[in-house]
């Protein structure tokens, strides 16, 4: 393997978990009380990266592009209503 090789490798992983970390984000967010707006800026960063290195560097973005699409669709799902308990009232 070459620099170049490496480096876009290198790319790949990074920002493939920075794809899974906002994957989790957006769970949390769904399933509990995350930050939302937190969930929905990270998942576009891993589209905006991964969409850059799919059309600008190599083939390979196409894998953090969809870990983003699926954390973005994941954080603007609507949150599952928590019961409401005596000591919130």
Do not use: C, H, Y
Not at 17 to 32: K, M, N, R
Not at 53 to 79: K, R
């Amino acid at each position: 393997m070459d620099e170049q090789e490496l480096m876009i490798t290198f790319s790949v992983l990074s920002f493939s978990v920075l794809g899974l970390g906002a994957i989790v984000l957006s769970l949390v967010t769904l399933l509990g009380r995350g930050n939302r707006s937190f969930a929905i800026i990270t998942a576009a960063a891993t589209i905006f990266l991964g969409a850059f290195m799919w059309i600008v560097l190599a083939p390979q973005g196409l894998l953090p592009t969809l870990l983003g699409v699926i954390a973005l669709v994941l954080s603007v799902l609507p949150q599952k209503p928590r019961p409401s308990t005596a000591e919130e009232d």
